[in-house]
């Protein structure tokens, strides 16, 4: 069986240069190249016979960083999966990786098994979440699938949860709302407890995944 090709985007040499060793060792993967920002993938996919079927993505880069590099991909090239791979785990940038498309989000200190663990997952199951990500995944999730099909939401809430799934923060989003920062805790508590979730990460997954927000 042909190994899967893994792209990695990142500035930092040395990063990559370890990174592709290591995938170079798994088994069932071969780096195809390494790129240092979007531009610099963008041109070597223009020379490749056979793009990658995964990019491990850093966020922060020079000249075209992750964000404007993920929007690229999903215009250019659907097909090819996304993996973020960053030193951040701020909440607000991994809700925007998430919905923008990327498969997974990790941390740049994790064990190599979680890489490993996180390609395979993302080949054979189309996405790969850590506890970093979430740290409910998604508990509730198969377990409401199958018995009572998606929650029911009130308008508000609705509303309310596509605003979450955007970068705007929670005192933002009662401004928009117009309703008052105490209100907009108890539309997070109530939609918290009714999905099962302990983050704002996780009720966004939610979003995505029932396509009550589209991406």
């Not at 099962?196 to 009720?203: D, K, T, Y």
Request: hydrophobic letters at 40%; glycine letters at 6%; charged letters at 25%.
């Amino acid at each position: 069986m042909t190994n899967r090709l893994v792209g990695v985007v990142d500035d930092h040499v040395l990063f990559a240069q370890s990174l592709q060793g290591l995938i170079n060792s798994f088994d069932g993967f071969d780096v195809a190249f390494m790129a240092r920002n979007g531009n610099d993938l963008i041109n070597k996919l223009s020379t490749v016979t056979r793009d990658p079927d995964i990019i491990l993505l850093d966020i922060n880069m020079p000249v075209m960083n992750g964000f404007e590099t993920i929007n690229w991909l999903n215009e250019h090239k659907p097909d090819i999966k996304t993996i973020a791979l960053s030193m951040d785990d701020d909440e607000e940038t991994i809700i925007q990786m998430l919905k923008a498309g990327s498969k997974g989000y990790l941390l740049k200190d994790i064990h190599p098994d979680t890489l490993h663990n996180a390609l395979k997952e993302v080949v054979n199951k189309g996405h790969f979440y850590t506890d970093n990500v979430t740290s409910a995944l998604l508990s509730g999730f198969s377990k409401r699938d199958d018995e009572d099909g998606i929650a029911s939401f009130s308008e508000r809430e609705l509303e309310f949860m596509e605003l979450a799934c955007s970068d705007k923060t929670y005192k933002e989003i009662a401004s928009e709302m117009c309703l008052s920062p105490k209100t907009i805790d108890n539309y997070r508590d109530t939609l918290f407890k009714k999905l099962e979730v302990r983050s704002r990460i996780g009720l966004v997954l939610y979003a995505l995944k029932h396509k009550i927000v589209e991406t």
